[in-house]
């Protein structure tokens, strides 16, 4: 009796602490779309893709935790304005139109088919123009990793929705961006990633490759797959096989160790949305999924010696922060699917290991979140200069559910 009275005491204080949480959700992302010309005509529009897939991600959320359809109203609306906007050239720029170089009509019809801009205050730079590192971070173009994030989110409203157009919207532009951003010295060679190209895809302006990006483009085709294959009416111009071949490869033998804290918590993310392929599309990548966890625990353990949430605010990024907060809730929820992955005993118990050593790090999510939401830390210019990406992470931090899920 004892015991059922202080289960029940148990989950009514679980059930308040959701309810605040998504009390402070909501205000922040109502705050947001305020802010940033989604909700009046007033306001002109200020799109920028990262922020807003984690923004559609949070207003899904907020409509399976609330049932309210204003959310899923609101998400749908930010997808046209991020195609209206993002999905054609700059007011500065002398070309016009869709950047996909599509007529009007056919543009909306298929607003992803030439990629989708950052939405960075300055203009790309041109061929001619000298390449300057520094600058380069406030120049538009295409991000790649940015355009997985938008696929992402674009996968979500399909599967809310139930809308499949969604879904094509989103292959369409993993085609594309994959099409724009991967290339090979020779017919051989394993194929490559540039990390930035121009708004129209037409010439690399950072040539590098991302660290995570072929692994981001690996489990996020996988998905935008996964969705396809229930529609009844897919068709071949929708198959990701060949792309998912080329990211496959392009991951073999890579070191995804890293202790910058958005990256940890990407990684962390990616190793939950893998076991959740594995568990739910029999997808056999569970020597990919230890990979991915022994590099999270090498990487958390050189942050965690770094001790870098002991730095004054103006000395942080809460973004990059509440990146890593993101991904640690993914740990134990990882953790209750590895019994789940249909495979041996050995590598279950292997996989189990794994996770069981980064539960210890799962605290550092709370100090994170909890620092970022006091006023006087939103009050340094670290918070300010960055806002509406702050605002948002810190919501998905607050309810990760809507970006973690596949």
């Given at each position: 009796?004892?015991?059922?009275?202080?289960?029940?005491?148990?989950?009514?204080?679980?059930?308040?602490?959701?309810?605040?949480?998504?009390?402070?959700?909501?205000?922040?992302?109502?705050?947001?779309?305020?802010?940033?010309?989604?909700?009046?005509?007033?306001?002109?529009?200020?799109?920028?893709?990262?922020?807003?897939?984690?923004?559609?991600?949070?207003?899904?959320?907020?409509?399976?935790?609330?049932?309210?359809?204003?959310?899923?109203?609101?998400?749908?609306?930010?997808?046209?304005?991020?195609?209206?906007?993002?999905?054609?050239?700059?007011?500065d720029d002398p070309?016009?139109?869709?950047?996909?170089?599509?007529?009007?009509?056919?543009?909306?019809?298929?607003?992803?088919?030439?990629?989708?801009?950052?939405?960075?205050?300055?203009?790309?730079?041109?061929?001619?123009?000298?390449?300057?590192?520094?600058?380069?971070?406030?120049?538009?173009?295409?991000?790649?990793?940015?355009?997985?994030?938008?696929?992402?989110?674009?996968?979500?409203?399909s599967q809310v929705?139930?809308?499949?157009?969604?879904?094509?919207?989103?292959?369409?532009?993993?085609?594309?961006?994959?099409?724009?951003?991967?290339?090979?010295?020779?017919?051989?060679?394993?194929?490559?990633?540039?990390?930035?190209?121009?708004?129209?895809?037409?010439?690399?302006?950072?040539?590098?490759?991302?660290?995570?990006?072929?692994?981001?483009?690996?489990?996020?085709?996988?998905?935008?797959?996964?969705?396809?294959?229930?529609?009844?009416?897919?068709?071949?111009?929708?198959?990701?096989?060949?792309?998912?071949?080329?990211?496959?490869?392009?991951?073999?033998?890579?070191?995804?160790?890293?202790?910058?804290?958005?990256?940890?918590?990407?990684?962390?993310s990616a190793a939950?949305?893998?076991?959740?392929?594995?568990?739910?599309?029999?997808?056999?990548?569970?020597?990919?999924?230890?990979?991915?966890?022994?590099?999270?625990?090498?990487?958390?353990?050189?942050?965690?010696?770094?001790?870098?949430?002991?730095?004054?605010?103006?000395?942080?990024?809460?973004?990059?922060?509440?990146?890593?907060?993101?991904?640690?809730?993914?740990?134990?929820?990882?953790?209750?699917?590895?019994?789940?992955?249909?495979?041996?005993?050995?590598?279950?118990?292997?996989?189990?290991?794994?996770?069981?050593?980064?539960?210890?790090?799962?605290?550092?999510?709370?100090?994170?979140?909890?620092?970022?939401?006091?006023?006087?830390?939103?009050?340094?210019?670290?918070?300010?200069?960055?806002?509406?990406?702050?605002?948002?992470?810190?919501?998905?931090?607050?309810?990760?559910?809507?970006?973690?899920?596949?």
């Amino acid at each position: 009796m004892h015991g059922t009275i202080m289960n029940g005491k148990h989950t009514r204080g679980i059930k308040m602490e959701q309810n605040a949480s998504t009390s402070i959700v909501r205000e922040i992302m109502m705050e947001y779309a305020d802010l940033t010309g989604l909700l009046s005509d007033k306001v002109a529009p200020r799109r920028y893709l990262w922020t807003d897939a984690f923004a559609i991600c949070n207003f899904l959320e907020l409509y399976h935790q609330t049932g309210d359809d204003h959310f899923i109203e609101l998400a749908l609306h930010l997808v046209g304005q991020v195609h209206h906007v993002l999905g054609q050239h700059r007011n500065d720029d002398p070309r016009t139109g869709w950047i996909s170089g599509l007529d009007e009509q056919e543009g909306r019809m298929h607003p992803t088919r030439g990629g989708l801009r950052i939405g960075k205050g300055m203009n790309e730079r041109r061929p001619n123009e000298l390449y300057n590192a520094q600058l380069e971070w406030d120049r538009d173009g295409q991000y790649y990793h940015y355009l997985t994030k938008w696929m992402h989110a674009l996968n979500l409203v399909s599967q809310v929705t139930r809308e499949s157009t969604y879904n094509r919207w989103a292959i369409e532009l993993a085609k594309t961006a994959h099409a724009g951003f991967t290339y090979s010295y020779s017919f051989r060679q394993q194929k490559r990633m540039y990390w930035k190209m121009s708004i129209d895809l037409s010439y690399p302006l950072v040539s590098s490759m991302g660290h995570h990006d072929p692994l981001d483009g690996f489990i996020t085709y996988r998905e935008l797959q996964a969705t396809a294959a229930k529609d009844s009416k897919k068709s071949r111009e929708l198959d990701l096989s060949e792309e998912i071949t080329d990211m496959a490869d392009m991951c073999k033998g890579e070191s995804w160790a890293t202790d910058d804290p958005l990256g940890l918590g990407e990684l962390l993310s990616a190793a939950y949305k893998l076991t959740q392929l594995i568990v739910n599309e029999d997808l056999e990548q569970t020597d990919l999924l230890d990979i991915l966890l022994n590099a999270a625990r090498i990487g958390l353990l050189s942050y965690e010696r770094r001790n870098p949430l002991t730095l004054p605010a103006d000395y942080r990024l809460a973004f990059r922060e509440l990146g890593l907060s993101i991904g640690l809730h993914a740990i134990e929820k990882l953790l209750g699917l590895i019994w789940q992955t249909p495979h041996d005993f050995k590598m279950k118990h292997r996989l189990q290991s794994r996770a069981e050593d980064l539960l210890r790090y799962v605290p550092l999510g709370d100090i994170i979140e909890k620092y970022w939401h006091e006023p006087k830390n939103r009050n340094a210019e670290s918070w300010t200069a960055h806002r509406d990406i702050n605002m948002v992470m810190l919501a998905t931090s607050l309810a990760p559910d809507g970006y973690l899920s596949i």
